[in-house]
DNA sequence: GTTCTGTGTGCTGTATACAGAATTATTGAT
DNA sequence: ATCAATAATTCTGTATACAGCACACAGAAC
């Protein structure tokens, strides 16, 4: 079963909201809820086992995030994105994690950097075992990690909503061996060049890597919304 | 005064949700309630005559937006921003219009230029008539415009976004004369730049001019939150 | 005088009820 | 058999009802 969540046993301790939005996330991420699907707030609520009302509000809430789609008088759909939009959202994550990068380079700490170190090193791990989601956890889990090294708030958030967004159509994505191993190698250059606080290296390496990804999806996106 | 009906008509045409947010975030935006404010869902919902549910719900979507904050079991407070989010929130805003504006000058169409141009002729109009709120508005939609320009629908919702965060805050800053016309003048020369397509000029001079926002807004500002 | 505890009030969180729009099924005519 | 019109059903949008938690205040114990 591909567990995308990563969720823990706190949720029986958080507001049920919380609880409702990992799960519609989750079932959106991996699927379970393709786009374009309505979201019939019976059915759904019935199999979550809450009333429509705090469900109507996590709705709202992932709409706002832009996950679901509202429409009047026809409740909510799992937004369909497009081919457009889906390099839209990678060129604004790859002018973040540029800019992050530089930021990082200049100002983050030895043992920040060391951090992101350790993430690269378990996740050659996973690809040594082959294990494409622990793999695919950790890689967003890096990228995630160098922006937060930037210590911008509004930075970081910005990435993560997008990033989100992308989750599942970057989960499909299946690459061949070896577009798997450049990227893997491409990692590696990628903690290089932050260890040695190279900005404009770790700048170009991103960007490269964030247009290859672009190129790794986009033969599977429909045309225009 | 607070009622609903007294907005435009299209409003009744419209989900009751989006006359719901549009409230909410005005009475966030203009003071009427002030940061650290608990929503009290009765009282609100009687005062925009409406009942809890809907209420709740656009309060969720804000919450996502990023303007309130929801507490367990205590419902939601308007969000507080302390300096450093402000500051870390301008730099992800500098480095949108930066890059928008780089992309703008290597593709903008002609009749896109003209009118932002349009937008700042108007906007001088109400400078020389020393209409603050006008002229704040209309800085605020040139600002826009030039995202928009860059033509990624990505790019100009994250600006939208964190630009809705600090209205309220760029509101209250009332800066004084001098102050004032050297912001005009910043933006006369951002217009001039664009229209020669000089990337590396408006990018500089957006830089600057977010830098000196910052330093504008810094002293009204609460410590670290 | 201070601290602790019990009670009351108000508010949030969730469920249910109801009205109206949208969709689907049905019936009748061509 | 196809299509139109209409009836039936489903689902959304909103209001209301109720349970439980949080905070405030008052009184008792020390």
Known sequence: MTDLSDTDARIERLPLLDAILSRLR???????????????????????????????????????EGLVELIPSRGAVVKQFGAREVRDMLEVIRILEQQAGIIACAQATD???????????RMLDCYARRDRMAYYKLNQAIHTAIVALAANGALSEVHARLQTRLKRIRFIGHEGAEKWASAVAEHEQMIAALESRDADRLSEILGRHLTLAWER?????????
Chains 1, 2 share one sequence.
């Open 26 to 64: 989750d079932m959106i991420i991996e699927g379970q809820l393709p786009p374009g699907t309505r979201l019939n707030e019976g059915q759904i609520g019935l199999q979550l086992g809450v009333s429509r009302t705090p469900l109507r509000e996590a709705i709202k809430y992932l709409a706002s």
């Open 111 to 121: 043992a920040g950097i060391a951090g992101v170190r350790a993430l690269h090193d």
């Open 217 to 225: 999806v986009r033969d599977d996106l429909p045309a225009q919304t």
